[in-house]
């Protein structure tokens, strides 16, 4: 099992331009996650879908939108990047999205806007 | 005030050293409590889990959770030069919330 994967590694963007960053898990998980990691701020919750179907907004959802295509999949889209969305972007995986469910997270996406 | 505050370090020990990192938290409706480990470059990964209140232990590692004084910790013993990353408290009560994360160096 790859467990949670994501793409791309690494993107560098302008001001202005728009990406979408992409997730996928093989765990038959239903919840799914994206964060931000910034230095000294920890992982804050984007956005994230507790079950196939349905998203909802977490502690920073401005300037993002999701989309849960399938059980597997979650994507991450910026419209108009911004250099303060310069972060590495985490998505995340667990069964159910309560009872502190163990969140299995991907490799990063490293993302620079300019 | 942040929901979870977690020193962030840097935090360097010399091999074989006890090792003792620590989180407060203000919300007493957190039940949850974990500790995930993310190497250099790496996502977190889930390290310890607990419960309410009480020690944990699984090998070299014991989560401890005092919920009277809002406060958990993480002991390493014989700390080796793998165990160098950066430690992320977090708590969950409806969502999870992470701490600042704490870097920690083994120097051999």
């Known amino acids: 099992n790859a467990g949670v994967t994501q793409t791309p590694k690494f993107q560098v963007l302008k001001t202005g331009q728009s990406m979408t960053l992409q997730c996928a898990q093989d765990m038959n998980h239903n919840s799914m996650y994206w964060y931000r990691q910034d230095p000294g701020m920890g992982l804050r919750l984007i956005y994230y879908s507790a079950s196939e179907g349905t998203t909802d907004k977490g502690e920073v959802p401005n300037g993002y939108n999701v989309s849960r295509l399938n059980k597997r999949e979650f994507s991450l889209r910026l419209e108009s990047a911004a250099p303060s969305q310069t972060s590495v972007y985490f998505c995340?995986?667990?069964?159910?999205?309560?009872?502190?469910?163990?969140?299995?997270f991907g490799p990063g996406t490293r993302l620079t806007v300019l | 005030q942040k929901e979870v505050e977690q020193d962030p370090g840097p935090l360097s020990v010399p091999e074989g050293a006890i090792v003792s990192l620590n989180c407060t938290y203000s919300n007493s409706a957190f039940q949850y409590f974990m500790w995930y480990r993310q190497y250099s470059r790496k996502g977190p990964e889930l390290l310890m889990y607990?419960?309410?209140?009480g020690n944990k232990e699984d090998g070299r590692f014991t989560a401890q959770v005092d919920k009277s004084s809002k406060y958990i910790s993480l002991f390493i013993r014989d700390s080796q030069p793998s165990d160098s990353a950066t430690y992320l408290c977090?708590?969950?009560?409806?969502?999870?919330?992470f701490g600042q994360g704490t870097r920690l160096t083994i120097n051999p």
């Open positions: 607990t419960y309410s209140s």
């Open positions: 977090a708590m969950w009560a409806q969502k999870l919330v």
């Open positions: 995340a995986s667990s069964e159910g999205a309560f009872k502190g469910n163990e969140q299995f």
